[in-house]
């Protein structure tokens, strides 16, 4: 597949600058197109692998912004996002759309930026082409308190009712307590890269070998034609005695034996892809619940296996109760590892988003509480007891 990648806010222009240093770290073709729009200039510094002339600032002239971001308010972030609709409109024109096929545009929704302004951009590149756009959203943690809640349960319903389909990933799951809270960002972006690039960028065309069960771009697109929001699963394990330092930095482990004849492997491959389903998902939900499954293996054509590849098919049928299941590989001859990604496609069952709604609906009831209580509060300070004052005008 080819993607014009589009990171929106803080959050998600770190996620599409993970992605294509993942994708040049492991000789992938994913990314034809990569924009990074904040309303925080200092943000726009960033990147390391987004190119300068593909960073665009809005707000910067706006009197609620100035280019200093948006406070995490999410009604100012769509605000100034749409006062600079025109600029996006000349960015997105960049975009080669003859030489992709769908657009990706990842953003966090705890913020303003992303969660404000992201639907916004989504409707300008609707606007403009016909091809599908996909959302990557981050979901915050509960830790990171209410208001953010509200602005992702808010911002949550604009994502998955504008896109083909939304990628939640929840970083309740994948923040480890030990971390933090940059540490903790840092590699769950990375996480997060490997699992898109891994299942994103099968079937396209690069100097890579031809799959024998081949995943083309079509079979990810239909398994996405579903709106509603996906989850994804990852699981690696090395493939030779070589140097891990990709390994390390991107997930991955254990060792596996040169040679295996096609029973172990099939139940390698089978095994691998169990790991993948039953591993902590980009956000966690019911296997069943999902409509549609796609499975991408990726690695050293000699690790696959035909007899594997199915006998995995039918194992996803039965956990997901779906018959729509599609596995293919992707080869990778230099790779050093041998990947399963599954996506799920269209789940209806996810805790995470019902536990952050519950959330935002409280803040938004304190918040209004709060706000009630401060008026009053100001009144009494500026009145006189019995009310005998009128104010001058």
Not at 7 to 31: H, P, Q, W
Not at 67 to 91: C, P, Q, W, Y
Not at 185 to 208: C, F, K, P, Q, W
Not at 296 to 323: C, D, H, M, N, Y
Request: with cysteine.
């Amino acid at each position: 597949m080819k993607l014009a990648t589009i990171g929106v806010g803080n959050a998600g222009s770190k996620l599409v600058d993970r992605m294509v240093e993942f994708e040049s770290e492991t000789n992938r073709n994913l990314c034809r197109h990569v924009h990074a729009i904040n309303t925080a200039r200092t943000d726009l510094a960033k990147p390391e692998y987004i190119p300068e002339e593909r960073r665009v600032l809005v707000g910067d002239t706006n009197q609620k912004s100035k280019g200093h971001g948006v406070g995490g308010d999410v009604e100012i972030g769509a605000e100034v996002m749409s006062a600079d609709i025109d600029e996006l409109r000349r960015a997105f024109d960049d975009i080669e759309i003859h030489n992709v096929d769908a657009i990706l545009v990842a953003a966090g929704l705890g913020g303003g930026t992303g969660s404000g302004g992201g639907p916004v951009v989504i409707d300008a590149l609707q606007e403009m082409y016909d091809e599908p756009v996909y959302a990557l959203g981050v979901l915050p943690g509960e830790y990171e308190g209410g208001r953010p809640a509200l602005n992702a349960a808010r911002s949550l319903q604009s994502f998955v009712n504008k896109t083909d389909n939304f990628i939640g990933f929840d970083n309740d799951a994948w923040r480890a307590r030990d971390q933090t809270i940059e540490e903790g960002y840092e590699e769950m972006n990375r996480e997060l890269a490997a699992r898109i690039v891994t299942l994103l960028a099968a079937g396209e065309t690069d100097d890579s070998e031809v799959a024998e069960n081949a995943m083309d771009s079509s079979d990810i697109i239909r398994t996405l034609n579903t709106d509603g929001v996906s989850s994804i699963g990852y699981a690696a394990t090395a493939v030779d005695a070589g140097p891990q330092g990709l390994l390390d930095k991107w997930g991955g482990g254990g060792t596996d034996e040169d040679s295996l004849d096609d029973a172990s492997q099939a139940t390698k491959i089978k095994a691998l892809v169990r790991r993948a389903t039953n591993s902590r998902l980009t956000l966690p939900c019911e296997v069943s619940s999902a409509e549609r499954v796609l499975v991408v293996l990726s690695g050293p054509p000699g690790e696959f296996s035909r007899k594997g590849i199915e006998s995995a098919r039918q194992w996803l049928e039965q956990e997901a109760q779906t018959v729509e299941v599609l596995v293919g590989d992707d080869p990778r001859e230099r790779s050093s590892q041998l990947a399963a990604a599954v996506l799920l496609s269209n789940v209806s069952d996810a805790p995470r988003i019902d536990a952050i709604q519950n959330q935002a609906v409280d803040a938004q009831e304190q918040i209004a509480q709060q706000r009630a209580e401060r008026e009053d509060k100001i009144n009494d300070l500026i009145t006189d007891e019995n009310d005998d004052l009128d104010p001058v005008v």
